[in-house]
């Protein structure tokens, strides 16, 4: 029998839950309003600019002398100059699979660990590659010869599923099972710095291209051919940016959930870009110290205890560092006014301030404007690309997604409207569900990701 001890820690435990979960169905409800959202973010602000005025004035302080010699100007803006330059090369030879992280850059993760690995779904269905000296991993599910017999004439596609932020493969833990059954070989990819891949602790070495290479070799490793790609929040971003440079048979249909293209601010109504400037000043000022359970409430309030601890899981008796790649992400959208990414931080006062600073400190700067330049880059793919035109695409949200609404129909404009699925030709609306339907509606979204994996016959052998 259960000694009286358990009943009070059950009680309690459940007691905590319904609290967590009033405050998620509250914060919901009082950051829905404009006004709000507006207070929040004014009574952040002077803290963000303490912080920031914290971070650099003992650079500031120490360069300061500097100024008072004839060359101390030009060389303050040379050292401005040169970081971005090593912070370019940095992603670009992470893009080409040429960077080995250093052993003090990366904690990591022993999938044998008898520890939060053994209470996770699909422990022995999982499969690791190398990106850049770093271990990247995939749960693997493959189905019964008898579900693949279920209908010979449907066409299984193997189903490749990206997380966003912040997030793990986790999140798909309902979707799967159903997929399976119909006949569907299931993949789910764990980014750097997420769930069972190992985790990188210097944000500076966490370049949206390090993502792009990890998708890349992902493919390499597999060998997958004629996938779709199931791609959620920033999981979609970096499927998004990476497709051009996938081999044309690798993935032939694209599912993308609560996503978007690199944002815009030009794009963002004030709703939603004040909700993103709370969630960066507040990352900002508190860094790994906001627990995982504040913000999985936030985004999706119904969510039980246990899927809470699930989520926080890969983090548990880890540094704070450790979730260096969950803030990474966070200030690496670019929606810096394009004036300043294009224009202002190439002026001779904004490189002698960003040098007398301290480059590094506006290392998520230089990380935006190449965010952008492939923002460029993808928009005109869909535009132009005979490749793009060999795809078969949807993009569903979730209705009542406090973050990206103003995404999805950016998203549908973009995507071409010959490869959208028929059945959704401008995106679809996917009643009570939040920014994870996976988690809200996750049948409706297996449903309505096997229609689009078998939809027809393999895209490429049909156009």
């Known amino acids: 029998m259960p000694s009286a001890y358990s009943k009070v820690k059950e009680l309690a435990t459940a007691s905590i839950a319904e609290v967590l979960s009033a405050w998620g169905y509250l914060s919901v409800f009082l950051l829905s309003f404009t006004i709000n959202r507006a207070f929040l973010a004014s009574a952040l602000l002077p803290l963000y600019l303490l912080h920031l005025a914290y971070s650099v004035l003992p650079a500031i302080l120490w360069n300061a002398p500097r100024l008072l010699f004839p060359n101390g100007w030009i060389t303050l803006m040379k050292d401005a100059e040169q970081y971005r330059k090593r912070a370019d090369a940095l992603a670009q030879s992470q893009?080409?699979?040429?960077?080995?992280?250093?052993?003090?850059?990366?904690?990591?993760?022993?999938?044998?660990?008898?520890?939060?690995?053994?209470?996770?779904?699909?422990?022995?269905?999982?499969?690791?590659?190398?990106?850049?000296?770093?271990?990247?991993?995939?749960?693997?599910?493959?189905?019964?010869?008898?579900?693949?017999?279920?209908?010979?004439k449907a066409f299984h596609r193997p189903i490749v599923f990206l997380h966003g932020n912040p997030g793990w493969s986790y999140m798909w833990r309902n979707v799967?099972?159903?997929?399976?059954e119909r006949g569907h070989e299931v993949y789910a990819l764990d980014?750097?710095?997420?769930?069972?891949?190992?985790?990188?602790?210097?944000p500076e070495a966490i370049t949206f291209e390090l993502h792009m290479r990890t998708l890349k070799q992902f493919f390499e490793s597999t060998g997958l051919?004629?996938?779709?790609?199931?791609?959620?929040?920033?999981?979609?971003?970096?499927?998004?940016?990476?497709?051009?440079?996938?081999p044309t048979s690798a993935c032939t249909s694209l599912f993308l959930l609560?996503?978007?293209?690199?944002?815009?601010?030009?794009?963002?109504?004030?709703?939603?870009?004040?909700?993103?400037?709370?969630?960066?000043?507040?990352?900002?000022?508190?860094?790994?110290?906001?627990?995982?359970?504040?913000?999985?409430?936030?985004?999706?309030?119904?969510?039980?205890?246990?899927?809470?601890?699930?989520?926080?899981?890969?983090?548990r008796n880890l540094p704070r560092k450790a979730k260096a790649s969950i803030y990474r992400f966070s200030h690496m959208a670019p929606v810096t006014p394009r004036v300043v990414l294009t224009s202002l931080r190439y002026t001779w006062l904004w490189k002698l301030f960003e040098g007398l600073a301290g480059p590094s400190k506006f290392d998520n700067l230089t990380a935006q404007a190449r965010l952008s330049v492939r923002d460029d880059e993808i928009?005109?793919?869909?535009?132009?690309?005979?490749?793009?035109?060999?795809?078969?695409?949807?993009?569903?949200?979730?209705?009542?997604?406090?973050?990206?609404?103003?995404?999805?129909?950016?998203?549908?404009?973009?995507?071409?409207?010959?490869v959208m699925a028929d059945w959704a030709p401008h995106g679809m609306w996917l009643d009570g569900a939040g920014h994870y339907p996976a988690e809200e509606k996750p049948k409706a979204v297996g449903d309505l990701i096997a229609r689009l994996a078998r939809y027809h016959e393999p895209t490429v052998m049909r156009r």
Request: charged share 25%; aromatic share 10%.
């Open 95 to 152: 893009l080409e699979g040429k960077y080995k992280f250093k052993d003090d850059e990366i904690i990591r993760t022993d999938q044998k660990d008898k520890g939060w690995m053994a209470d996770m779904p699909w422990r022995d269905n999982v499969e690791e590659f190398t990106v850049c000296g770093a271990t990247a991993r995939y749960v693997h599910l493959k189905p019964s010869y008898r579900s693949i017999a279920t209908d010979n």
């Open 176 to 180: 799967f099972p159903a997929l399976v």
């Open 191 to 202: 980014w750097l710095g997420h769930g069972r891949s190992d985790k990188i602790v210097r």
């Open 379 to 418: 928009r005109g793919f869909w535009k132009s690309s005979e490749r793009a035109r060999q795809l078969d695409a949807a993009v569903v949200f979730g209705k009542k997604d406090p973050l990206f609404k103003d995404c999805k129909d950016v998203l549908a404009r973009a995507v071409d409207s010959r």
């Open 258 to 315: 609560n996503t978007f293209l690199p944002p815009r601010l030009s794009e963002i109504s004030m709703h939603h870009a004040l909700l993103y400037a709370i969630w960066v000043m507040t990352t900002r000022i508190l860094g790994g110290c906001i627990p995982e359970s504040a913000v999985m409430r936030f985004i999706s309030p119904s969510i039980s205890q246990k899927d809470v601890a699930g989520y926080a899981a890969p983090y």
């Open 225 to 246: 051919e004629n996938a779709t790609l199931v791609a959620h929040d920033w999981g979609g971003c970096v499927a998004l940016c990476t497709l051009p440079r996938l």
